[in-house]
């Protein structure tokens, strides 16, 4: 059995991504750590640990990563993402406080433990922004080419940002950690906004998990809903919201839910021009051979006819 980390500004669909992972049992989820962006570092690290109490998980850690870009000095929630994820990054919807506490080890040196102790077996999910996994690998060079497989939600290729023309909300907040992970980062594949705002949401399937009579059902029904709201309130979608997070856990497990092609990118990061944050094609590198993917097409029907099956699974 693979392992899985996640790396999660939770965050909505983040929670989406925790649910997934713990209901999918092709993989064994072994930590999570935490970020900040959809909402602060310590705030994501709480949504984590009190999700996975709802879910009955009382095993797995949560770790505290990057309280801010590796360029600045402190972090602000934008606007969009409050009126996004709301106030407290889970929809305003209050949850059980989870006995448990985040870990003491920081998030950067469990990402670069267990990079060294599983290898090729480790998966690697961060859908928030690149902090953690950057600093992972400025610490430890060889954990970009010792984690097993990296996949990640950020960025877009084929289609407009979701903060300017050019920017994805994860790649916006630290582009120069995003740079280093796509040069460094061997085996990554990129599910970004080209796939995963192909794949929506309704509130026919969170009135199916309300259905389900349970603490878990009617809470994260509760949560998605917010989110859905938001989107048809900003004009994003009028119909439902993307599952972003959790089809990069899906991705991680099974490839073959999107089409990939094999390109070496980069980030730009030039203040000065504004060109912040776009993910593009390195042109030298295009004919060179590489490890790197960014998925361009998904099969929307199977991902979230499976996503609805597995969520119902967990939230019984
Ligand atoms: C990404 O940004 C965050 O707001 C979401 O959780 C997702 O990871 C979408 O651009
Ligand atoms: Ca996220």
Redesign the pocket.
């Known amino acids: 059995q693979k392992k899985m980390i996640l790396d ?7 929670a989406l ?1 925790i649910a997934y992972a713990v209901a999918d049992t092709n993989v064994e989820l072994i930590g999570i750590i935490s970020s900040y ?2 909402t602060y570092v310590e705030t994501s690290a709480q949504n984590s640990l009190n999700l996975l109490h709802l879910l009955g998980v009382d095993d797995v850690p949560v770790f505290i990563g990057e309280q801010h870009s590796s360029t600045t000095d402190h972090f602000d929630v934008m606007p969009i ?1 409050q009126l ?2 709301g106030k407290n990054g889970i929809g305003e919807v209050e949850l059980s406080q989870s006995p448990r506490l985040v870990e003491k080890q920081s998030g950067i040196d469990f990402l670069i433990e267990a990079a060294h102790k599983y290898t090729d077996d480790l998966i690697f999910i961060p ?2 922004p690149l902090t953690n996994l950057a600093a992972a690998i400025e610490k430890d060079p060889t954990v970009a080419t010792l984690i097993g497989h990296t996949t990640l ?2 960025g877009a290729l084929t289609v407009p ?3 300017t023309p050019f920017t ?5 907040q630290d582009p120069e950690a995003a740079d280093i992970v796509f040069q460094k980062q061997t085996n990554l594949t990129m599910v ?2 080209d796939v ?1 705002l192909r794949t929506l949401l309704t509130k026919q399937e969170t009135a199916q998990w309300r259905a389900l009579g349970t603490t878990a059902g009617e809470k994260f029904a509760e949560l998605m809903d917010f989110y859905i709201d938001a989107y048809f309130n900003l004009n994003i979608d009028k119909k439902g919201a ?1 599952l ?2 959790p089809l ?1 856990v899906a991705v991680g497990i099974d490839a073959s839910y999107v089409t990939t092609i094999p390109l070496t990118m980069h980030v730009t990061y030039d203040q000065e021009t504004g060109d912040y944050g776009r993910t593009i094609g390195d042109k030298e590198k295009l004919l060179q051979p590489t490890t790197s993917q960014a998925a361009v097409l998904v099969d929307t029907d199977r991902f979230v006819s499976d996503f609805q099956q597995l969520m119902l699974n967990v939230l019984a």
């Not at 999660?8 to 983040?14: A, C, V, Y």
């Open positions: 999660l500004d939770t965050g909505i669909d983040d991504a962006g959809n993402s996004i994820h859908t928030g939600m950020g940002g979701n903060v994805e909300a994860n790649i916006h970004g906004l995963t993307a972003h997070d990069a």
